[in-house]
């Protein structure tokens, strides 16, 4: 059973950065394509970036292109996000999320393509 676990959430001001990990178990993570989404109080899940298998292909949803990025190191299992210039508005349990069914440099936006999530880590950005 793959299990995923996300770390590095906490508190930040308005303007700072954090980066959040998540590490795969149970499987390497190569074979899945990967992704966050995050979701704040009363709010849909939202979709954040996604990462091919081998890395070579990304995707940013529109809220957060230009600030977050992401990547993966498949020999530490583990998938990163990089926040950079955080807002309040990005005040969020972020989750990471495998896909198993991905060919290679496919990704996909939409939450129910990914098969498996970890449990969340929160992100609160202060004013």
């Known amino acids: 059973q793959v299990q995923l676990v996300e770390s590095g959430g906490g508190l930040v001001q308005a303007g700072g950065s954090l980066r959040l990990s998540c590490r795969v178990s149970g499987r390497t993570a190569s074979a899945y394509a990967m992704a966050w989404f995050r979701q704040a109080p009363g709010k849909e899940r939202e979709f954040l970036a996604a990462i091919s298998r081998g890395g070579g292909n990304t995707n940013y949803g529109d809220s957060v292109k230009g600030r977050f990025t992401i990547s993966r190191d498949n020999a530490k299992n583990t998938v990163y996000l990089q926040m950079n210039n955080l807002k309040p508005g990005d005040t969020a349990v972020y989750s990471c999320?495998?896909?198993?069914?991905?060919?290679?440099?496919?990704?996909?936006?939409?939450?129910?393509?990914?098969?498996?999530w970890g449990q969340g880590t929160q992100v609160t950005v202060s004013s």
């Open positions: 999320a495998a896909d198993r069914n991905a060919i290679l440099h496919y990704i996909s936006p939409d939450s129910g393509a990914y098969d498996f």
